[in-house]
């Protein structure tokens, strides 16, 4: 009978990373603002340096101009991800937001969940390029939802 792991996440762990101890945590974007027609601009967050993070879901919020108030149903925003710990791109090609990360309030879909998790080593640096489509400013925050999975603390299963 195989035995059932008490661990949600562990089938997407490196081997030596089982056992240790996880939390959930989020790292954000926020693009404010996202001047118009702006093309490829870069924004970053850096994974703290105790901890791998593995990314689950990504949410995005937009709102445009003049009160940053009221959600955009269709962001005309193009995104491309990168992270330094594996130097690799997350996708081909700048892609549209919404293929990327589900919206919250407006159609009501919740986060992206990702097919498969996304890992990222401990002090790596998430680059984030943005191209506003339209000739008006935006403000975005961009949600990037997972678990911190600690170097050197264990866990009892």
Not at 10 to 28: I, N, Q, T
Not at 97 to 107: D, S
Not at 108 to 127: C, I, Y
Request: with cysteine.
């Amino acid at each position: 009978m195989p035995q059932v792991s008490t661990n949600p996440i562990r089938e997407f762990l490196p081997e030596e990373h089982w056992g240790k101890w996880f939390d959930w945590f989020v790292y954000s974007i926020e693009a404010n603002p996202l001047l118009a027609s702006a093309a490829n601009v870069p924004f970053n967050f850096t994974i703290d340096n105790d901890s791998d993070f593995l990314v689950l879901s990504m949410a995005v919020v937009e709102t445009q101009t003049p009160a940053f108030q009221t959600e955009v149903a269709f962001p005309p925003v193009l995104i491309r991800i990168q992270d330094t710990g594996s130097g690799a791109l997350w996708q081909d090609a700048p892609q549209h937001i919404t293929n990327i990360a589900g919206k919250n309030a407006v159609n009501g879909a919740g986060p992206t969940v990702l097919e498969v998790p996304r890992w990222v080593q401990a002090s790596s640096t998430v680059t984030v390029e943005l191209t506003n489509l339209e000739a008006t400013d935006r403000r975005l925050w961009l949600a990037f939802r997972g678990c911190k999975i600690y170097r050197t603390m264990r866990r009892n299963y």
